[in-house]
């Protein structure tokens, strides 16, 4: 049987940057559009050029992808042409082959919020589509709160619909924007917009969660006809959210009727990197992933109580869904060492090790895991800390240097111009071959500004490192997170630092003590020693 193809809409960087706390820098937003890419969504919506700097800078770089990048935007504003439509002209600009605009479908929103006639609205929606469509360019409209909208003037709001479905939109994206409407009414208006002579192959649908339904919601769409679902990694979103694809997807793939009946973009490998993208997200973010996340959180696959954790060891089935291997998850029986050593035994391979099944290591290296994850480390995202880690566990880690000892200071005082400024300055001793160095550094920027206490120690560290300073050269620190986690009985810091090279490797490492500037430098250290390894760098016996 021919699976008909399901278009997925992400709009993480723009409908999910409107969540409270979160705003992207530009290089997240790269990140994150690469990690969709992979995932092997349709469209990215990259946000809306011209309405902030960070979005019009990232609309300027655009990443090339797979994907159709799309700008998002509004709808020509009532007394101006859409041509002359200043607003409007900057998401044209953006030069991205596919545009999303969002119009008014609710009477009460055209006359409260827009304060024009239901006509003016409807031509308004009509001439930027049409103009969007007159340039070869592919238009969606996103129709806002379509229904509420239908449930108080069905004709208003189907007219609306179809103004920018008979204008040339590819897309028509019924929005549920206050997230109020449950799943059995999101079903049965859609199925009215088709009756009314949209093809359920040109309807999208937008939900939020704010009855914890947009996936349901989204699902009942797709029953009902429509064949492009917008949402969001993780369900970032306005208020509660969005539809979240991280859910959606799975169930998309793995669950009937939609395994059978649809085809999406995502491949079976690219599920795997699921769990993967979901925490990447929380890492971003700096947030703690949601441990009860569906399919992704760490407690998907936990298995607790005796019962299940007896059945589990005979037949996983028992009490599981689905394989969590399936979305890169991996399955947790506290008490069993054998939990998790194909996960492990994958991880591994991607770091370049590989590890036959029963090796002792491979138990050794999950319980040391466990133990330093319940210190408050994490190696979800510190892949390259991960690495070490195994490495030593399977003897393949060489002593490049040993670090004797560190000193940090940082001194507010008084300039010349008596303003109070910070210095910090860092004296690190390492021996390598045998030998002591002791550097010395401040961390002043080309302004004289200081950069704080841990690039001092980086500064400190670089500075003499022997026959080894070469291969560290072109390293750099391009973000530094802390958080504060409960491990064990007491509150400890986590420091989680991503570094470059000029080659464009990046990699992360993680760092934990109850002291701050001791989590730096533990982070830091794995980040030099995961370089060396890099350089092919060889320890002296
Ligand atoms: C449902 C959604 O989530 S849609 C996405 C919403 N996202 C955002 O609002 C974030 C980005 N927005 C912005 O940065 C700004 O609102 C901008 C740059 C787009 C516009 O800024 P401003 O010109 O200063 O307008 P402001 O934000 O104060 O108000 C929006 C204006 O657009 C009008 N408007 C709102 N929706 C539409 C629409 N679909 N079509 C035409 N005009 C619209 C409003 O009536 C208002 O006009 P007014 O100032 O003449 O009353
Ligand atoms: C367009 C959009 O984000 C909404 O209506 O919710």
């Given at each position: 049987m021919t699976r008909e193809k399901l278009y997925l809409y992400d709009t993480t960087l723009r409908d999910g940057q409107q969540t409270q706390g979160v705003q992207f820098s530009t290089e997240e937003k790269q990140q994150i559009a690469q990690t969709l890419d992979a995932l092997g969504v349709?469209?990215?919506?990259g946000g809306w050029p011209g309405a902030n700097p960070t979005d019009s800078a990232f609309f300027d770089a655009a990443p090339k992808t797979r994907a159709r990048f799309t700008a998002f935007g509004m709808t020509k504003r009532a007394g101006r042409s859409a041509e002359n439509d200043d607003v409007l002209a900057a998401v044209m600009n953006a030069g991205t082959d596919s545009m999303c605009l969002v119009g008014k479908t609710h009477d009460f929103h055209v006359t409260?919020?827009?304060?024009?006639?239901l006509a003016e609205n409807t031509e308004n929606i009509r001439a930027s589509i049409a103009y969007i469509a007159a340039q070869g360019r592919e238009a969606l409209f996103d129709a806002e709160h379509f229904f509420d909208g239908y449930k108080a003037n069905p004709e208003y709001a189907t007219e609306a619909v179809l103004a920018a479905y008979s204008a040339g939109a590819r897309w028509v994206v019924l929005c549920d924007?206050?997230?109020?409407?449950l799943p059995e009414e999101i079903g049965a208006i859609t199925r009215a917009v088709i009756d009314a002579g949209i093809p359920g192959d040109r309807l999208g649908i937008h939900t939020h969660n704010d009855t914890a339904n947009a996936v349901a919601g989204s699902l009942a769409a797709v029953d009902a006809g429509a064949r492009q679902i917008q949402g969001t990694l993780n369900g970032l979103?306005?208020?509660?959210?969005?539809?979240?694809l991280i859910t959606l997807i799975p169930i998309l793939m793995l669950k009937s009727p939609y395994a059978e009946r649809f085809e999406i973009g995502v491949s079976k490998d690219a599920l795997r990197g699921l769990t993967a993208a979901s925490r990447q997200l929380d890492d971003i973010l700096n947030r703690v992933p949601t441990k009860q996340a569906p399919f992704v959180g760490a407690s998907a696959f936990a298995h607790k109580a005796g019962l299940h954790a007896s059945a589990i060891l005979k037949d996983p089935s028992t009490y599981e869904h689905i394989d969590p291997d399936l979305v890169g998850n991996a399955r947790v029986i506290p008490?069993?060492?054998?939990?998790g050593q194909s996960n492990l035994r994958r991880r591994l391979s991607e770091a370049g090790l590989s590890v036959e099944a029963g090796n002792l290591a491979l138990v050794r290296i999950l319980d040391r895991i466990k133990e330093r994850e319940a210190e408050g480390y994490t190696y979800d995202s510190a892949q390259a800390s991960f690495e070490l880690l195994a490495r030593e566990e399977l003897g393949q880690m060489p002593a490049f240097f040993e670090v004797k000892r560190y000193k940090v200071t940082v001194e507010r005082r008084k300039n010349k111009r008596n303003q109070m400024v910070s210095l910090s300055e860092a004296i690190v001793v390492v021996k390598v071959d045998g030998e002591k160095k002791l550097s010395v550094s401040e961390s002043i920027d080309a302004e004289g500004r200081d950069r704080g206490p841990v690039n001092a120690l980086w500064t400190a560290l670089a500075k003499d490192l022997g026959r080894y300073g070469d291969a560290v050269a072109d390293m750099r620190l391009v973000d530094f997170k802390v958080r504060i986690t409960g491990g064990g009985t007491e509150a400890v810091t986590r420091v989680i630092i991503d570094s470059e090279d000029a080659q464009g490797r990046r990699w992360s490492t993680v760092g934990v003590s109850a002291n701050l500037v001791d989590a730096s430098f533990d982070a830091l250290l794995d980040a030099v020693n995961w370089k060396l390894l890099r350089e092919g760098a060889v320890a002296r016996a």
């Amino acid at each position: 049987m021919t699976r008909e193809k399901l278009y997925l809409y992400d709009t993480t960087l723009r409908d999910g940057q409107q969540t409270q706390g979160v705003q992207f820098s530009t290089e997240e937003k790269q990140q994150i559009a690469q990690t969709l890419d992979a995932l092997g969504v349709d469209y990215i919506e990259g946000g809306w050029p011209g309405a902030n700097p960070t979005d019009s800078a990232f609309f300027d770089a655009a990443p090339k992808t797979r994907a159709r990048f799309t700008a998002f935007g509004m709808t020509k504003r009532a007394g101006r042409s859409a041509e002359n439509d200043d607003v409007l002209a900057a998401v044209m600009n953006a030069g991205t082959d596919s545009m999303c605009l969002v119009g008014k479908t609710h009477d009460f929103h055209v006359t409260t919020a827009l304060g024009i006639t239901l006509a003016e609205n409807t031509e308004n929606i009509r001439a930027s589509i049409a103009y969007i469509a007159a340039q070869g360019r592919e238009a969606l409209f996103d129709a806002e709160h379509f229904f509420d909208g239908y449930k108080a003037n069905p004709e208003y709001a189907t007219e609306a619909v179809l103004a920018a479905y008979s204008a040339g939109a590819r897309w028509v994206v019924l929005c549920d924007t206050n997230g109020g409407t449950l799943p059995e009414e999101i079903g049965a208006i859609t199925r009215a917009v088709i009756d009314a002579g949209i093809p359920g192959d040109r309807l999208g649908i937008h939900t939020h969660n704010d009855t914890a339904n947009a996936v349901a919601g989204s699902l009942a769409a797709v029953d009902a006809g429509a064949r492009q679902i917008q949402g969001t990694l993780n369900g970032l979103g306005e208020r509660c959210g969005n539809a979240n694809l991280i859910t959606l997807i799975p169930i998309l793939m793995l669950k009937s009727p939609y395994a059978e009946r649809f085809e999406i973009g995502v491949s079976k490998d690219a599920l795997r990197g699921l769990t993967a993208a979901s925490r990447q997200l929380d890492d971003i973010l700096n947030r703690v992933p949601t441990k009860q996340a569906p399919f992704v959180g760490a407690s998907a696959f936990a298995h607790k109580a005796g019962l299940h954790a007896s059945a589990i060891l005979k037949d996983p089935s028992t009490y599981e869904h689905i394989d969590p291997d399936l979305v890169g998850n991996a399955r947790v029986i506290p008490m069993s060492n054998q939990a998790g050593q194909s996960n492990l035994r994958r991880r591994l391979s991607e770091a370049g090790l590989s590890v036959e099944a029963g090796n002792l290591a491979l138990v050794r290296i999950l319980d040391r895991i466990k133990e330093r994850e319940a210190e408050g480390y994490t190696y979800d995202s510190a892949q390259a800390s991960f690495e070490l880690l195994a490495r030593e566990e399977l003897g393949q880690m060489p002593a490049f240097f040993e670090v004797k000892r560190y000193k940090v200071t940082v001194e507010r005082r008084k300039n010349k111009r008596n303003q109070m400024v910070s210095l910090s300055e860092a004296i690190v001793v390492v021996k390598v071959d045998g030998e002591k160095k002791l550097s010395v550094s401040e961390s002043i920027d080309a302004e004289g500004r200081d950069r704080g206490p841990v690039n001092a120690l980086w500064t400190a560290l670089a500075k003499d490192l022997g026959r080894y300073g070469d291969a560290v050269a072109d390293m750099r620190l391009v973000d530094f997170k802390v958080r504060i986690t409960g491990g064990g009985t007491e509150a400890v810091t986590r420091v989680i630092i991503d570094s470059e090279d000029a080659q464009g490797r990046r990699w992360s490492t993680v760092g934990v003590s109850a002291n701050l500037v001791d989590a730096s430098f533990d982070a830091l250290l794995d980040a030099v020693n995961w370089k060396l390894l890099r350089e092919g760098a060889v320890a002296r016996a």
